[in-house]
T-cell receptor
Framework: DADVTQTPRNRITKTGKRIMLECSQT?????MYWYRQDPGLGLRLIYYSFDVKDINKGEISDGYSVSRQAQAKFSLSLESAIPNQTALYFC???????????FGPGTRLTVL | GQNIDQPTEMTATEGAIVQINCTYQTSGFNGLFWYQQHAGEAPTFLSYNVLDGLEEKGRFSSFLSRSKGYSYLLLKELQMKDSASYLC??????????FGTGTRLTVIP
């Protein structure tokens, strides 16, 4: 079984809709991250969480919110989706003794 | 702030050796990472350098010079399956990583 899972894997939605992307991990890591990836722009950090009571904004948090429901679960929400949020979204966890990050399989989101 | 420069694209021949360079500027440094990412898939961890020098892992090696803000990833005996993007990333010291935009490597027969 995969250590970091994401659901859904693909989603097409319309402008203005609320969308939630979910991430679960079995690695037992405290630290979790949400990134988006766009062609030519690389991975950009949206939000990160160091434990269930700690939420931090990343480089591009506007238009997004997160919830850390448990150590193993970290959800990303788009309150009112817009077309420029069309991207590939990755969840990741961090190995505590180094900064090595382990990524989920990604969610491809299309906003029409 | 942070900045990473790496070539956008490279092409190499099957069986050959290729070196992908990465230069960086950062105010906090906690290691240099290389990830491999096949199109549409998740990045996967390849290597981690925190001290100067060469780290070898099978066909892949990674080098770091902290004083020069420079790293490279060396891929030997290239295989077709090595066609992928290679992401250079720096640990910023807050358990966060800052990623470069990646180098797309195409291996040709």
């Amino acid at each position: 079984d995969a250590d970091v899972t994401q659901t859904p894997r693909n989603r097409i939605t319309k402008t203005g809709k609320r969308i939630m992307l979910e991430c679960s991990q079995t690695k037992g890591h405290d630290r979790m991250y949400w990134y988006r990836q766009d062609p030519g722009l690389g991975l950009r950090l949206i939000y990160y969480s160091f434990d269930v009571k700690d939420i931090n904004k990343g480089e591009i948090s506007d238009g997004y919110s997160v919830s850390r429901q448990a150590q193993a679960k970290f959800s990303l929400s788009l309150e009112s989706a817009i077309p420029n949020q069309t991207a590939l979204y990755f969840c990741a966890t961090t190995e505590p003794s180094t900064d090595t990050q382990y990524f989920g399989p990604g969610t491809r989101l299309t906003v029409l | 702030g942070q900045n990473i420069d790496q070539p956008t694209e490279m092409t190499a021949t099957e069986g050959a050796i290729v070196q992908i360079n990465c230069t960086y500027q950062t105010s906090g440094f906690n290691g240099l990472f290389w990830y491999q990412q096949h199109a549409g898939e998740a990045p996967t961890f390849l290597s981690y350098n925190v001290l100067d020098g060469l780290e070898e892992k099978g066909r892949f090696s990674s080098f770091l010079s902290r004083s020069k803000g420079y790293s490279y990833l060396l891929l030997k005996e290239l295989q077709m399956k090595d066609s992928a993007s290679y992401l250079c990333a720096i640990g910023t010291g807050a358990n966060n990583l800052f990623f470069g935009t990646g180098t797309r490597l195409t291996v040709i027969p």
